[in-house]
T-cell receptor, first 110, second 116 residues
Framework: RKEVEQDPGPFNVPEGATVAFNCTYS??????FFWYRQDCRKEPKLLMS???SGNEDGRFTAQLNRASQYISLLIRDSKLSDSATYLC???????????FGAGTTVTVRA | ETGVTQTPRHLVMGMTNKKSLKCEQH?????MYWYKQSAKKPLELMFV???????ENNSVPSRFSPECPNSSHLFLHLHTLQPEDSALYLC???????????????FGSGTQLSVL
């Protein structure tokens, strides 16, 4: 089983729509979770950390479900500029590593 | 403004060439990383340096040779590469490489490498 798995998409949504997607992780002892955003042919950039209680940053909401071992990202009122690949990142305990998912591609159309 | 600068942005090399990728971070971080990103695949960690000491070598072939002369600079020396090594190579830094691995990564813009 892969350490981190994501639906590659693409999720094609109209402007203003809400889009949500999940990421599953295999190690139940993982403690740190992040969403990174990667634009085409650019480097990944941290979008937000994911906290146990869930957290919001503007139109973006991240949730953690430890029982089912997944994290989610929800984007409200989608903008054209939200088009990107969203990478799920999870720490590997005792290994000092961060494991990346392959990414979920979101395309917002006018 | 970018805290991590990487050069060159693009590189085409033959299998017998020797080239180097350069990375510099201006964030005062103590840890630096090399990642490889192939199309549609997750980022693969190659090397980690913490306080200029290599702490991770992820079973990377010896044709990739890292060098960290100080905490701000990181190099990746390439020689006799194979076509399957073509990928985006990303440098990153973080404040520390702590036990909780709660460190946020700051990436350079990457080098798109093509091996012919």
């Amino acid at each position: 089983r892969k350490e981190v798995e994501q639906d590659p998409g693409p999720f094609n949504v109209p402007e203003g729509a809400t889009v949500a997607f999940n990421c599953t992780y295999s190690n139940s002892a993982s403690q740190s979770f992040f969403w990174y955003r990667q634009d085409c042919r650019k480097e990944p950039k941290l979008l937000m950390s994911v906290y146990s209680s869930g957290n919001e940053d503007g139109r973006f909401t991240a949730q953690l479900n430890r029982a089912s071992q997944y994290i989610s990202l929800l984007i409200r009122d989608s903008k054209l500029s939200d088009s990107a690949t969203y990478l799920c990142v999870v720490n590997i305990p005792n290994d000092y590593k961060l494991s990346f998912g392959a990414g979920t591609t979101v395309t917002v159309r006018a | 403004e970018t805290g991590v600068t990487q050069t060159p942005r693009h590189l085409v090399m033959g299998m017998t060439n020797k080239k180097s990728l350069k990375c510099e971070q201006h964030l005062g971080h103590n840890a630096m990383y090399w990642y490889k990103q192939s199309a549609k695949k997750p980022l693969e960690l190659m090397f980690v340096y913490s306080l200029e000491e290599r702490v991770e070598n992820n079973s990377v072939p010896s044709r990739f040779s890292p060098e960290c002369p100080n905490s701000s600079h990181l190099f990746l020396h390439l020689h006799t590469l194979q076509p399957e090594d073509s990928a985006l190579y990303l440098c990153a830094s973080s404040q520390d490489r702590g036990e909780a691995t709660n460190e946020k990564l700051f990436f350079g813009s990457g080098t798109q490498l093509s091996v012919l």
